[in-house]
């Protein structure tokens, strides 16, 4: 089953995302944001350390923002998160100053690329973050990603089976 689980921050999505898989099979977990640890960002290595912790013995994490070739192994995948794999693509063809059609395009190929792929799958769970039930970002850059992800949800959860949204740590199936 293709399943995307959605839901704000500290909402409890990627806690249930993990229970949707087997903990004692061989699975993917795919980390597909910036993996900065470093000392300039504690907070943020804290959060990539509680995540992996949780893992069980038998999954094999890939970080990497390829998603094609992630959802290429022949174990179950799990994908935590698309909110960090949009920041990691805007990134790294920096994009974050282009304009907006010219990132959209970029977006859009690489969208399809990860939804081809997707569709010769079964057994995929999604991680990603609700957007766009807060306030306008003030800034260019706010804005850019909240629409981007926004699409990017809607894409992949026309191509899932299910979509969870979690919130307080409760999980609504829609």
């Known amino acids: 089953m293709r399943i995307l689980v959605t839901g704000g ?16 099979r061989a699975v993917t977990y795919v980390a597909p944001g910036p993996a900065v640890e470093d000392e300039s960002d504690p907070e943020w290595t804290a959060r990539i350390e509680a995540h992996r912790s949780r893992r069980p013995a038998s999954w094999t994490t890939l970080e990497t923002h390829d998603l094609p070739r992630a959802l290429a192994v022949p174990a179950p995948v799990i994908v935590d998160c698309l909110g960090t794999w949009l920041t990691a693509v805007l990134d790294e063809n920096a994009l974050w100053d282009s304009p907006g059609s010219e990132t959209v395009s970029v977006i859009g190929r690489l969208l399809d690329d990860v939804t081809e792929a997707l ?8 991680v990603t973050n609700e957007v766009g039930l807060g306030v306008v970002p003030s800034h260019r850059s706010g804005r850019l990603f909240r629409d981007l992800l926004g699409s990017v949800n809607q894409q992949i959860a026309a191509a899932c089976d299910e979509v969870h949204l979690v919130v307080a740590g409760r999980v609504l199936v829609l």
């Open 9 to 24: 921050v500290r909402s409890g999505k990627s806690r249930h995302a993990e229970s949707l898989l087997p903990a004692d």
């Open 119 to 126: 569709s010769a799958r079964d057994d995929v769970v999604w």
